[in-house]
């Protein structure tokens, strides 16, 4: 009697059974073998760099707008980086060839909110190339309580799904890279394990070196197997707040002076603005050691951002805050808007809090939580969100707390 081969059922239990050389297989077992298949392809991940389509400058810088709104001076740097450094590996190597283009590694500046983390994993989702967001702040010399300096590129092969190839192409975002710093422009005379300490161990791999690797991340054993990774061709791109390097800047920039010409030159510095005149001795001044900073050699900042720019965040990007609230009720068969002077007023009270764009994030979660909570229960098939009940929402929360004298 025909059964499948599979699960053991007979013809008659079955819907259809397929016959093949030397056995059959049911419905059932072709649509689980279907599933385990679709699981398996999702969860494998095909890093080729060979297969990557680089875009120009222009188009890179394109795609961030898409995304990311404003900061223009910051994206057109971060292009130009990306595209020269994937140019790079794209190129075919030469024997005869005596230029060697370097890496340029990149160093964004900005207060929180700004945009530095989600510029990085744009640009991280637009080369579909491994990518990963490290904290600095975790990180100590090796032996120290804490994450080893090499746990940055555990993570990226982990990313890469352990294919070592893919991830020494990848990208490396090290956020809060001035939580490093050493404490004033003068080394430490004792020893400073989660500050200069760690500034001296990434040297090796923002320059690139080949660094042995623990595959679980973790502390090293002698008796562990260890994964050889190149760094070379890994592009590092660091950001930080550097709270405080204004005033770096305002004493490099002498806006103290008194006199007559000094007060002729003052006038042509943005005193509201002073990231704009960043440059690599302020970063040294905050407490960066000079090798470090030698090895990041594109230095830009974010601009802080203003009424208009935060009013076009929380709408115009791909996934703006509001399309993906909308997105959320849409699930419930519930059709979501919101007034102009809703968001306006969201707008007032993130500039008013000083968080950035996160703040957006928070003060329309107090809004719309009573709204989540209650609206799947109901009938209810539209929704609209004023401005009165956007005020009296945010009155009834613990939000002011936020408020940053």
């Known amino acids: 009697m025909d059964k499948c081969s599979f699960c053991g059922r007979e013809k008659k239990e079955t819907n259809l059974l397929i016959a093949g050389i030397s056995g059959h297989i049911c419905d059932r077992c072709i649509e689980q073998a279907f599933v385990i298949v679709q699981e398996e392809l999702g969860n494998k991940t095909d890093f080729d760099i ?7 400058p222009q188009e890179i810088k394109q795609f961030l707008d898409l995304y990311v709104i404003g900061q223009d001076e910051a994206k057109r740097y971060i ?36 945009g530095k983390t989600l510029l990085a994993r744009t640009i991280a989702k637009m080369l579909h190339v491994p990518f990963t967001i490290v904290d600095a702040t975790v990180l100590t010399e090796a032996g120290y309580v804490g994450e080893d300096i090499e746990s940055i590129l555990t993570r990226l092969l982990q ?44 040297l090796k791999l923002l320059e690139g070196a080949i660094v042995n690797v623990p595959p679980q991340g973790g502390r090293k054993h002698p008796d562990q197997k260890m994964i050889p990774v190149d760094t070379k061709n890994i592009l590092f791109i660091c950001g930080g707040a550097f709270d405080g390097i204004e005033k770096k800047i305002a004493n490099r920039l002498n806006t103290k002076t008194v006199g007559y010409r000094a007060n002729k030159d003052q006038d042509k510095i943005d005193t509201e603005n002073l990231l704009q005149y960043i440059a690599p001795m302020d970063l040294k001044a905050f407490g960066l050691i000079p090798e470090i900073i030698g090895r990041l050699p594109i230095l830009t900042y974010m601009h802080p951002l203003e009424e208009k720019a935060l009013r076009r965040i929380l709408t115009e990007p791909k996934n703006a805050i509001v399309k993906q609230y909308q997105k959320l009720f849409q ?10 002077k809703a968001l306006n007023f969201v707008v007032e009270k993130a500039i008013e809090y000083k968080l950035g764009a996160r703040g957006l994030r928070s003060i329309c979660e107090a809004i719309m939580m009573d709204a989540m909570f209650e609206m799947p229960s109901t009938n209810t098939k539209e929704i609209k969100i004023t401005e009165d009940y956007a005020r009296n929402k945010m009155e009834k929360t613990n939000l002011k707390r936020l408020k940053v004298a």
């Open 79 to 114: 292009s130009v980086a990306v595209y020269n450094h994937y140019k790079r590996l794209l190129q075919p190597t030469k024997d005869n060839d005596d230029v060697e283009i370097e890496k340029s590694n990149i160093v964004l500046v900005g207060e929180t909110g700004t």
């Open 159 to 202: 990313v890469a799904d352990y294919n070592v190839e893919a991830a020494e192409k990848g990208i490396v975002f090290i956020d809060e890279i001035d939580k490093i710093a050493r404490k004033g422009d003068n080394p430490s005379i004792t020893r400073d394990v989660s500050g200069e300490g760690v500034q001296q161990g990434l």
């Open 50 to 56: 060979s297969k990557l389509r680089l875009m120009k």
């Open 331 to 340: 699930i419930d068969g519930i059709d979501l808007s919101w007034d102009e």
